[in-house]
C-alpha cells in the first residue's frame, strides 16, 4: 500500500489515532484441524511467524493475524450470537484501543516485535462452521488485519501497540521483503 505524503492533510490525517492499542489475547494453532491455544506471551520471529503456530515458516505477508476487540460484539451481534471468544475467530492477536485498518501500509511495534501491516483479513469459508449460518457475512469488513514481522520479538497480553513515525515506516519501507 503506497501511502500518501506524511506532511499531505491526508497523511496527517491518517497518521493521527487516539491513542496507543494494547494486546488483549493472544492465540497460535499448532497444527490443522486442532483448536487455538490461548497464550500469555508468544514469540514473534521476523519472516517467519508465530513460534509454535502451524503458519509459521511460510507466513511472508501473513505472519500475524490482528483483530480488532471492539468488533467481536459487532461480529457476535451479526452473527446472532450473544458473544464471540478471540478463538472462534482464528485471529493471533486480539487489539483494543484504535482502528487496526489505520495500520494497514504503517510500521508498528507491539510488544518487543516490530510489525507491518499488510492486508486486510478477509473471513474464510471457516467462519460459517465457526460462527453458524452468516458468520461468513458476520466477518465481513470486521476480520482484522494481517501483518508482516518485520522485527522479532516478544508479545505480551497487556503489551502496547504503538504506531511508528511516519519517516521511519518510509524509510524502511522496502528494506525488508
Given at each position: 500500500m503506497t501511502l500518501p505524503p506524511a506532511d499531505s492533510a491526508l497523511g496527517k490525517l491518517m497518521a493521527t489515532l487516539p491513542r496507543p492499542g494494547r494486546v488483549e489475547w493472544i492465540g497460535i494453532r499448532p497444527a490443522r484441524g486442532t483448536a487455538m491455544q490461548a497464550l500469555d506471551?508468544?514469540?514473534?520471529?521476523a519472516g517467519a511467524g508465530l513460534a509454535g503456530d502451524r503458519y509459521k515458516g511460510r507466513s511472508g505477508e501473513r505472519g500475524i493475524?490482528?483483530?480488532q476487540a471492539e468488533h467481536l460484539p459487532v461480529i457476535a451481534a451479526l452473527a446472532g450470537l450473544d458473544a464471540v471468544e478471540p478463538a472462534r475467530l482464528r485471529r493471533n492477536i486480539v487489539v483494543s484501543g484504535l482502528p487496526l485498518i489505520a495500520l494497514k501500509g504503517r510500521?508498528?511495534?507491539?510488544g518487543e516485535a516490530v510489525l507491518e501491516g499488510t492486508e486486510s483479513c478477509d473471513p474464510c469459508s471457516m467462519m460459517e462452521a465457526a460462527l453458524g449460518p452468516?458468520?461468513?457475512?458476520?466477518m465481513r469488513g470486521h476480520g482484522g488485519l494481517c501483518a508482516?514481522?518485520?522485527?522479532?520479538?516478544?508479545i505480551r497480553r497487556g503489551?502496547?501497540?504503538v504506531v511508528l513515525a511516519d519517516a521511519q515506516t518510509r524509510a524502511t519501507a522496502g528494506a525488508a521483503v
Open positions: 506471551e508468544v514469540l514473534a520471529q493475524t490482528l483483530i510500521r508498528f511495534r507491539l452468516g458468520g461468513f457475512n458476520a508482516r514481522i518485520v522485527e522479532g520479538g516478544r503489551d502496547s501497540l
